[in-house]
Nanobody, 129 residues
Framework: QVQLMESGGGSVQAGGSLRLSCTVS????????MAWFRQAAGQEREGVAA???????PYYADSVKGRFTISHGAKKTVLLQMNALKPEDSGTYYC???????????????????????WGEGIPVTLSS
């Protein structure tokens, strides 16, 4: 069973930076899609970034392109570096894992989309202006 755990959230002023980390445990697949999505109170889930662990370029939502960077860290971790944060970036951030379809089809964009089978409990990110 795959388990995901997010860390690194918190409160930061607008314009600041945070780095989120997702630690993956369990599972036997060596290639898979990893993504981050967020959800603000009363709003729909929004995928922010995805990366196919096995090769290929990352994917980003237009709202975060140029500010956020997803990368594969050491020991089955996936990082989300968030710079130039804006108040609208506030929300609970989740990491998720799925098959390659999750990345290539774009289903990562909806958060918990088709073939994105596992996600963590989420971690809050709060922006103050």
């Amino acid at each position: 069973q795959v388990q995901l755990m997010e860390s690194g959230g918190g409160s930061v002023q607008a314009g600041g930076s945070l780095r989120l980390s997702c630690t993956v445990s369990g599972g036997t697949a060596s290639t898979y899609c990893m993504a981050w999505f967020r959800q603000a109170a009363g709003q729909e889930r929004e995928g922010v970034a995805a990366l196919y662990i096995g090769g290929g370029s990352p994917y980003y939502a237009d709202s975060v392109k140029g500010r956020f960077t997803i990368s594969h860290g050491a020991k089955k971790t996936v990082l989300l570096q968030m710079n130039a944060l804006k108040p609208e970036d506030s929300g609970t951030y989740y990491c998720e894992q799925g098959s390659s379809y999750g990345c290539y089809s774009g289903s990562w964009r909806t958060g918990g989309g088709q073939r994105m089978d596992y996600w963590g409990e989420g971690i809050p990110v709060t922006l103050s202006s």
